[in-house]
């Protein structure tokens, strides 16, 4: 019971993994004075916790109307040398990143 809603929260993290790397690094510079500010450092797992679970909704909206995310799709275009499609025609795109909840 416990495993397909820890993949529920997990899957969309990985399938973005790099562009949530980049913006958590991202929140990490951008926050660091306020860090460095803090001297019991409980501001340090807020802003992880916090980020963690904007992270986690912003991954599974991105996921639920595109194939990859932004720079994971940056990434394949590079790779493949040209544009690769990214928005999802429709719920039942057989090349969704998620599945589609209740289908079989």
Not at 2 to 12: D, F, G, Y
């Amino acid at each position: 019971m416990l495993r397909p809603r820890l993949s529920a929260v997990l899957e969309p993290l990985g399938k973005m993994a790099l562009t949530n790397y980049v913006t958590g690094t991202a929140v990490i510079v951008l926050a660091l004075p306020l860090l460095n500010a803090d001297p019991t450092r409980w501001s340090v797992l807020a802003l992880t916790a916090v980020t963690l679970v904007v992270q986690v909704l912003v991954s599974r909206w991105w996921l639920g109307r595109y194939r990859y995310g932004p720079l994971e799709w940056v990434w394949r275009c590079l790779t493949f040398f040209r544009p690769v499609p990214n928005r999802l025609e429709s719920n039942r795109d057989h090349h969704r990143p998620l599945p589609d909840p209740g289908l079989p």
